[in-house]
C-alpha cells in the first residue's frame, strides 16, 4: 500500500492562492501546519455553493481577518 | 437526493470538545464558521497517526495559540 492510497500527502497541496478577498464565499477553512512534506502553512477554503477548495495566502491581511472572524463566531 | 448525501450537514457536527492541550498532535484544523445550520464556530482536528477527528473549543486560550501559531508557520 503505497503512502498516497493511505490518504498521506508527500507535497504542498497549495499550487497558488487567492487574491480576491472572497471570505463571505467560504464554507470553512483547513490550516495544515508545515511539515516534513510542505514546509509552508497551508490554508484551504471550501466555498459555498460549488464547494471549490481554494488555496489562501497566510500572509494575505485579508485571510487573517477572515480566520480572526470565524474564531470570534461573528456572524457576516 | 436528500441533503445529507449532498455532503451537507444540518446540524452541529460537534457535541463535546477536548480540554487537553494537544497542539503538538494535530496534523490540520477545519474551521467552519457559525452557519444556518450551527450557531456556533466549530474548530475540529484531525490527529497525526490516528486520523482521528477531535473537536476544540474556539474560546479555549490554548486552542487560540495553537491555530495563532500554525498562522504564524512556526515550527514546533
Known amino acids: 500500500m503505497s503512502m498516497r492510497s493511505l490518504g498521506i500527502e508527500l ?18 477553512v483547513e490550516l495544515i501546519p ?5 514546509e509552508e502553512t497551508e490554508i484551504i ?20 481577518r477572515v480566520i480572526q472572524r470565524i474564531l470570534s463566531n461573528r456572524r457576516r
Do not use: F
Open 45 to 64: 477554503a471550501t466555498l459555498k455553493k460549488t464547494g471549490e477548495e481554494v488555496c489562501l495566502d497566510p500572509e494575505a491581511p485579508w485571510v487573517k
Open 11 to 28: 507535497h504542498c497541496r497549495c499550487i497558488q492562492t487567492e487574491s480576491k478577498p472572497i471570505g463571505r464565499h467560504i464554507e470553512k
Open 34 to 38: 508545515a511539515n516534513s512534506h510542505c
